[in-house]
Every structure is written in C-alpha cells, then in structure tokens.
C-alpha cells in the first residue's frame, strides 16, 4: 500500500489541536488513550491499539504524520523515507533497518480494515533511526515529540519542615523557570515549548495550610496554590546532572489571625497579646532566622570533568577529594541546620570559574566556600590554609567608583547609587570574610594540620566576583604522600565537614549578636 505525505499541522495551529483518529480491533470496546505528537507545528493525537496487551500504531497514520512511504508485497513489510528503508516480516519481533537489525517488543498484527499494526516501540527503536529529526517516544506520559523542542518533564515534591515547607519542582531535561507570586497562588512560567506534566502535579497525603496544591495552568505554566497560613517565599535554581532543580521555601504568616473575641468587630484583628509568644521550636532554623541569617550556603567543588587538578603519588585526585567533601558536608548542614546548600557541580563535570560565582550570587547565598587541595614541589609541604580575596587599593577604588546611576525614588524625586563592576563584586564583603575565615581557622585548629600562615590573601578569580562573604580553603598537599592518604580517609573529611559546619554556626551567631552585615 502506498502513503500518500500529509503536513503535521498547518503552522495557524500554534497551542493545541487533537484531531481523533478512529481505529481499532473490532473486538475491542475501550481502545487506550492516544499518543500525542507535538511538533514545532502544533499537536495531533495518534490513536492506540491493544493487541495482546501491547500497544500497537497503525503504519499509515505513522506514514501520514511522517511523510512514510509503505508496501506490502512478497510477505514484507517496507517502510521507507527518503531513500532509507525499515523491513518488517510479519510474526517476527523484528525489524531491518538500512541492513541492521533492532528488536521490537512483538511482531506486526493486522488490526480492523485490514490495516498493518506495529508497536509503539517501532517508533523509538527504527523510525528514529532513519527520520531526520529527533524522535522522542515517551510513553508513560503518551507523548512522541518531534524535533529539537524543549519539552521538559515536570516532578513535584513537598516536604513539610515543621510550620514551613519545601517545595522541589524538577525540570528534565533542564529549563529555567521563573516564580512569581500571582494573588493566592505562585506561578512557575518555564523557558520551553511545552511541558511534559499532567494536572494536578501533585497531591498532598493530608490538608497543607500553606499550599494546597500544584496545577498545570497552561502550556508553559504551572501554578501552586496556596493556603490560608502561606505568609512569604524564597525560591531558587540549581542544575543537578541532566535537571533543573527549583527550591521555593514556603514560610508561614508570622501571624495569625484569632477568632473575635467580645468587643471584636467580625473582620478585625485582636490587639496583640501583653507578653509576646514564645517562636515556634519546630520551625528550622533557615526559615526563623531574621533577614540577616545564614539561610543558603554555597559550595564549590574545585575543579571536575578534564580538569583533575592536582595529583598525588598514590592517585588521588583533587576533583574527586573536593566532590567527596562538599557532599558530606551538605548532606551534614542540611541535616543538622535545616538551611539550603547549592553545590556548584554535583558530579564529575567542569564548571567555568565565572559560572561558579554567578550560580552562588544568583541564588542569593550568604557564604560561598570553595574547597581546592595544594601542591609544592617540596614533598614534605603540609598544612590547610583559607584564603580570602586581596585586591590592591587602586582596584578596589577603582571597582567602588564603577560609576554612579540616578535612579527614581518612592514619593517623587531621584537618587544616586553607587555602582560595583561585576568582577570586583567582593570588595565590599572583605571584612566579613575576613571574619568568617578567621572562625574558620579556629575550628581547624587542633584538629587539622594547618600551614604556618593558615589565612592568606591571593586574587582568586572564583572569589572576586562572589557577592557574598567567601572563602577558599585549599585542605592540605596532596604532592605529601602522608598528606594524600590523610585526606582522602574518612577520619580527615568527617573532621574538616564538622569544623565547617561549627564555624557556620559561630559565623551565623556572630552575625545576628552584631545586628546583621
């Protein structure tokens, strides 16, 4: 039989058109939901067969949808396109493909009229391999996206954190999403052309007072709505492998609102209690700290990917030593502060220096620690040393007087702000990094070997653009072979991981006794 080539969707056709395709075995009453194929040109709907319990496409609405040529003569089956060829034989779980063989999960079947039926696999397994576009089958959403379109499937997951929560929305393969509050729900727009999602996303195992649930809005939307306690949000954004991960942190009023009591007029909120109330313990500390808290750290695994960093002579690598501390210690901060960590890499890959000051400025972090290892040509080297950023005092002047903007004001009028060029952006945290690598060095002390001058200056690129108090700790030499095989047992990175977590929380305490930074 022969095919003759139909467009996809008419370009007009630009949200959504599901054009019902009717098939299906004679003996069957309840066919199962269509495929969808997306397209740059819009949607249609490929209708589905069970045969055995397998789901199967009709050949010539695939031929209509991809512009197939397909012929049934000398008891095969050929599919071509462009000058390439598919072969099928009929009760073989088979396929030719330009001369290759891939297996199907079950043989062609006739279906009602005669038709040729092959599973949904076909698709995925040989027409990809000879259409000139990419063809994306994933059947357990029911979606065949044709093309290079960015259509991320969307994962929602809430955890309540005593009287706050947190919500995670994962985006694969990566796309940015904004948040935005929108009245009684918040809204996640997504750079892509569609989202692989179904509505509602997620379904909460109990009442929630802070949100009640997470919804589709539209092809690029979702939406989280939330409930009658909700008071304030912090969200951000970070890769994790193929992902785009969003952490919006919900937080309670920090009040609410008591039942009339006599001489309260319905609609008025009481006066306040004589003595105030005692904060609720069950909120984490990353959620009740005021505005001048610790609330994000950053983390900075040096180097990863084809960049090993330094060697030692029994083969421990730098990258791998860095990535092996920075997840201890975010899986211990978390754990035991209850406030977010951003890891730069999560894995073995290279990130460039500036991506990893920009990842830490982006999500508002409020320390950045950069974790490296040494080297020296003399062996015998030893010792920590944390480093802050050092600027001479002519670029510092010179990055301060970046320049001078007049922006309007509220109530009418204009003022000036001083403006600090990206590159320099640490010029105005050197004093508290200062102070947060000093509280650094005396939780390592006698508990790490530490250099004669274990806190030094150096123009470090990864800190010199960092908007926040950051550090770079460089944990020993791994060109020492005592050294190498300290570091990398587990004694050494248990004991490094709880002096960073104790000098945050020293750091954090100092912090709200001086009345903020």
């Given at each position: 039989?022969?095919?003759?080539?139909?467009?996809?969707?008419?370009?007009?056709?630009?949200?959504?058109?599901?054009?019902t395709l009717a098939v299906g075995l004679a003996?069957?009453?309840?066919?199962?939901?269509?495929?969808?194929?997306?397209?740059?040109?819009?949607?249609?709907?490929?209708?589905?067969?069970?045969?055995?319990?397998?789901?199967?496409?009709?050949?010539?609405?695939?031929?209509?949808?991809?512009?197939?040529?397909?012929?049934?003569?000398?008891?095969?089956?050929?599919?071509?396109?462009?000058?390439?060829?598919?072969?099928?034989?009929?009760?073989?779980?088979?396929?030719?493909?330009?001369?290759?063989?891939?297996?199907?999960?079950?043989?062609?079947?006739?279906?009602?009229?005669?038709?040729?039926?092959?599973?949904?696999?076909?698709?995925?397994?040989?027409?990809a391999l000879i259409y000139d576009v990419k063809?994306?089958?994933?059947?357990?959403?029911?979606?065949?996206?044709?093309?290079?379109?960015?259509?991320?499937?969307?994962?929602?997951?809430?955890?309540?954190?005593?009287?706050?929560?947190r919500l995670t929305v994962d985006a694969t393969?990566?796309?940015?999403?904004?948040?935005?509050?929108?009245?009684?729900?918040?809204?996640?727009?997504?750079?892509?052309?569609?989202?692989?999602?179904?509505?509602?996303?997620?379904?909460?195992?109990?009442?929630?007072?802070?949100?009640?649930?997470?919804?589709?809005?539209?092809?690029?939307?979702?939406?989280?709505?939330?409930?009658?306690?909700?008071?304030?949000?912090?969200?951000?954004?970070?890769?994790?492998?193929?992902?785009?991960?969003?952490?919006?942190?919900?937080?309670?009023?920090?009040?609410?609102?008591?039942?009339?009591?006599?001489?309260?007029?319905?609609?008025?909120?009481?006066?306040?209690?004589?003595?105030?109330?005692?904060?609720?313990?069950?909120?984490?500390?990353?959620?009740?700290?005021?505005?001048?808290?610790?609330?994000?750290?950053?983390?900075?695994?040096?180097?990863?990917?084809?960049?090993?960093?330094?060697?030692?002579?029994?083969?421990?690598?730098?990258?791998?030593?860095?990535?092996?501390?920075?997840?201890?210690?975010?899986?211990?901060?978390?754990?035991?502060?209850?406030?977010?960590?951003?890891?730069?890499?999560?894995?073995?890959?290279?990130?460039?220096?500036?991506?990893?000051?920009?990842?830490?400025?982006?999500?508002?972090?409020?320390?950045?620690?950069?974790?490296?290892?040494?080297?020296?040509?003399?062996?015998?080297?030893?010792?920590?040393?944390?480093?802050?950023?050092?600027?001479?005092?002519?670029?510092?002047?010179?990055?301060?007087?970046?320049?001078?903007?007049?922006?309007?004001?509220?109530?009418?009028?204009?003022?000036?702000?001083?403006?600090?060029?990206?590159?320099?952006?640490?010029?105005?945290?050197?004093?508290?990094?200062?102070?947060?690598?000093?509280?650094?060095?005396?939780?390592?002390?006698?508990?790490?070997?530490?250099?004669?001058?274990?806190?030094?200056?150096?123009?470090?690129?990864?800190?010199?653009?960092?908007?926040?108090?950051?550090?770079?700790?460089?944990?020993?030499?791994?060109?020492?072979?005592?050294?190498?095989?300290?570091?990398?047992?587990?004694?050494?990175?248990?004991?490094?991981?709880?002096?960073?977590?104790?000098?945050?929380?020293?750091?954090?305490?100092?912090?709200?006794?001086?009345?903020?930074?």
């Amino acid at each position: 039989m022969n095919a003759r080539p139909l467009p996809l969707l008419t370009a007009a056709a630009t949200i959504a058109l599901f054009v019902t395709l009717a098939v299906g075995l004679a003996s069957q009453s309840a066919p199962p939901p269509p495929l969808t194929l997306f397209s740059k040109d819009g949607r249609r709907s490929l209708a589905v067969t069970l045969v055995g319990g397998q789901e199967f496409v009709a050949l010539d609405d695939l031929a209509s949808a991809f512009q197939l040529a397909v012929r049934d003569e000398a008891g095969a089956i050929t599919v071509s396109y462009k000058g390439k060829t598919i072969i099928l034989t009929p009760e073989q779980a088979l396929a030719s493909v330009s001369g290759r063989l891939v297996s199907l999960p079950a043989a062609p079947a006739r279906g009602a009229g005669r038709r040729w039926l092959v599973p949904e696999e076909f698709v995925s397994r040989a027409l990809a391999l000879i259409y000139d576009v990419k063809l994306d089958l994933r059947k357990p959403s029911r979606l065949l996206i044709v093309g290079d379109l960015r259509v991320p499937h969307i994962t929602v997951r809430y955890d309540p954190l005593g009287a706050s929560g947190r919500l995670t929305v994962d985006a694969t393969p990566r796309s940015l999403g904004t948040v935005t509050q929108d009245g009684d729900h918040l809204t996640i727009k997504f750079d892509a052309d569609a989202l692989d999602a179904s509505s509602p996303l997620l379904t909460l195992p109990a009442p929630q007072n802070l949100i009640t649930g997470v919804r589709v809005v539209d092809q690029t939307t979702i939406a989280v709505d939330l409930g009658p306690r909700f008071g304030s949000f912090r969200s951000a954004s970070q890769p994790v492998d193929a992902t785009m991960r969003i952490v919006i942190d919900v937080v309670p009023a920090q009040t609410d609102t008591a039942a009339p009591g006599p001489g309260t007029a319905p609609g008025t909120t009481p006066p306040p209690p004589s003595q105030p109330s005692q904060p609720a313990t069950d909120v984490p500390p990353a959620l009740s700290q005021p505005a001048f808290a610790v609330r994000t750290v950053a983390l900075d695994p040096g180097h990863g990917g084809d960049d090993d960093g330094v060697h030692g002579a029994s083969g421990v690598k730098e990258k791998d030593l860095t990535l092996s501390v920075a997840r201890r210690a975010k899986a211990t901060i978390e754990a035991r502060l209850g406030i977010r960590v951003l890891m730069t890499r999560e894995d073995d890959r290279k990130v460039p220096i500036d991506e990893r000051a920009a990842m830490a400025n982006n999500n508002k972090a409020d320390l950045l620690i950069s974790l490296h290892a040494s080297s020296s040509l003399r062996a015998s080297t030893t010792g920590a040393t944390i480093f802050c950023a050092e600027f001479d005092k002519t670029t510092a002047q010179a990055a301060i007087a970046g320049g001078v903007e007049r922006v309007p004001a509220f109530g009418g009028g204009s003022r000036d702000i001083e403006l600090v060029l990206w590159d320099f952006a640490q010029t105005r945290h050197l004093d508290q990094s200062t102070t947060f690598a000093g509280v650094v060095e005396q939780q390592l002390h006698e508990h790490i070997p530490l250099a004669a001058r274990a806190v030094d200056h150096a123009p470090l690129r990864v800190l010199e653009s960092a908007n926040m108090p950051a550090v770079l700790i460089e944990m020993g030499y791994l060109t020492n072979p005592g050294q190498e095989k300290l570091l990398a047992g587990d004694a050494f990175q248990n004991t490094l991981v709880q002096a960073l977590y104790d000098a945050i929380v020293k750091y954090r305490d100092a912090v709200a006794a001086g009345g903020g930074r």
